[in-house]
Structures are given as structure tokens and as C-alpha cells.
């Protein structure tokens, strides 16, 4: 009895890897509304849209999707770029982070792992501690790179936590001399 309860654990723990893995290449789009246009290849999804893959989430009121031709399979089309309008936000999950932002539109550029944040930008690297709030913000996945812009009247806002233990020794080292 031991053996057949095992066994059927060990199958259902393979079928959930399976299944869980499977999701991995699947994009889910709930919204009120939704629009292709083939000639253009532009899928147009509006009201209450909620796009997840995996654990990310982007929530907006619009969200428009160029596509292109699948370098695998010319029959199929696959993502070429988003771009997200109307209340954005969105939480990212990366191997070791999550990211948390919202703008008033978001780009994002999947064959490049590029992001650009434009119009009240905000940005949260939950691990470090970091948050930014400008007019555009430019995301580089692939090289690490970020660039901030402030607007006209709007400077950058930058925060960063400090490590308290590094500052507690400094003040001691300080105050010995």
C-alpha cells in the first residue's frame, strides 16, 4: 500500500512539473475588448487588461502587440514589442529580484530585454531597496544598463537603502581616531 502511494505521488509531482513548465511559453490576456488586425499584425486588447506570464503581472487599459513572423515557423506570429497605456503597472520576477513599476505608457521589447518607462515613472528593486521615480526611465536587461531621465520642472528622485551594519562600523572607526 506504501509502494502504490508513492507511486502515485512520483506521478503527480511529474505532472505538475509538466504542467508548470508548459505555462512557461504561454502569455495570458484577460481584458473587456479585443481587436486584431492580420494585414498590420497588431493585436489590440482594451479595458481592465491584465497580461501574466508565469508570476508577471501588467495591469493597464490598453495594450497593443506588434507581432512578426516566428523564426521557426513562418506560419506563427510571436511578440515583437508591447506597449502598455492607461493606469500601467506592472511586477516583474527575475531569478533573484522582483521589480515593481507603473508609468503612463511602458515599452517593452522582448528579443532585446528592453523596457522604457515614460510619463511619471516608477521603478522599485525590492532587493536593494532602490526606487525611482522620473519622467522616463530606460531598462537594458541583457547588459544591466539603466538611464533615468527627470522632466522640465521634475528632477530625478532616487532612493536608496543603506546597509546600517557598514555605517555602525564606520562611526566607530571614526570615533577611535
Known amino acids: 500500500m506504501n509502494r502504490l502511494l508513492t507511486v502515485k505521488i512520483c506521478i503527480l509531482f511529474i505532472l505538475n512539473i509538466t504542467v508548470l513548465n508548459g505555462e512557461e ?13 492580420q ?5 489590440t486588447f482594451t479595458g481592465d ?8 503581472i501588467l495591469l493597464c487599459q490598453k495594450l497593443v502587440i506588434n507581432t512578426v513572423n516566428s523564426k521557426e515557423d513562418s506560419k506563427k506570429q510571436v511578440p515583437k514589442d508591447y506597449k ?3 493606469k500601467v503597472s506592472f511586477v516583474l520576477y527575475t ?6 513599476g507603473k508609468g503612463d505608457v511602458v515599452y517593452y521589447y522582448p528579443d532585446d530585454q528592453r523596457y522604457l518607462i515614460i510619463g511619471n515613472g516608477f521603478l522599485e528593486d525590492t532587493k536593494e531597496g532602490k526606487k525611482i521615480n522620473a519622467e522616463k526611465i530606460y531598462i537594458d ?11 522640465k520642472n521634475k528632477p530625478i528622485k532616487f532612493r536608496l537603502r543603506l546597509d546600517e551594519k557598514k555605517d555602525d562600523k564606520t562611526k566607530g572607526k571614526n570615533e577611535k581616531s
Open 95 to 100: 531569478a533573484d529580484n522582483v521589480l515593481k
Open 84 to 86: 502598455a497605456t492607461g
Open 39 to 43: 494585414q498590420k499584425n497588431i493585436l
Open 141 to 151: 536587461s541583457l547588459t544591466g544598463r539603466t538611464k533615468i531621465d527627470g522632466g
Open 49 to 56: 487588461v491584465k497580461m501574466t506570464k508565469n508570476n508577471d
Open 25 to 37: 511559453n504561454y502569455l495570458n490576456i484577460d481584458a473587456k475588448h479585443f481587436e486584431s488586425n
